[in-house]
């Protein structure tokens, strides 16, 4: 099981990104994924999540209306497209999932290893 990030790197604040998190070793066609992110000196914290079937999302408050989750099960890709970007955005991104989407927001199974997002004022 192997996840791996891409798509981060420094932006404006208002700026756009979008990164990628590409899932391999196995089907991940009916787990749930989601987004972590840990800014410096702070616990890790829930972004977003999906289903599998891609019919349900959810988000943390901070970035609901601004980040957009997405997935391509053809291509065992999640995505998050992030919008109006913000210094406070500024985190280590890391990707995860695991079979349940009540699991996949507090305890995922699998871990992907993170990708910088710098976002200055």
């Known amino acids: 099981v192997r996840l791996v990030e891409s798509g981060g790197g420094s932006v404006q604040a208002g700026d756009s990104m979008r990164l990628s998190c590409a899932a391999s070793g196995q089907s991940f066609i009916t787990y749930s994924m989601a987004w972590f992110r840990q800014a410096p000196g702070k616990e890790r914290e829930f972004v977003a999540a999906?289903?599998?079937?891609?019919?349900?999302?959810y988000y943390t408050d901070s970035v609901r209306g601004r980040f957009t989750i997405s997935r391509d099960n053809a291509k065992d890709t999640v995505y998050l497209q992030m919008n109006r970007l913000k210094p406070e955005d500024t985190a280590i991104y890391y990707c995860?999932?695991?079979?349940?989407?009540?699991?996949?927001?507090?305890?995922?199974?699998?871990w992907g290893q993170g990708t910088q997002v710098t976002v200055s004022s």
């Open positions: 995860a999932t695991d079979p349940s989407i009540s699991t996949v927001r507090s305890a995922p199974a699998y």
């Open positions: 999906i289903t599998w079937t891609g019919g349900t999302t």
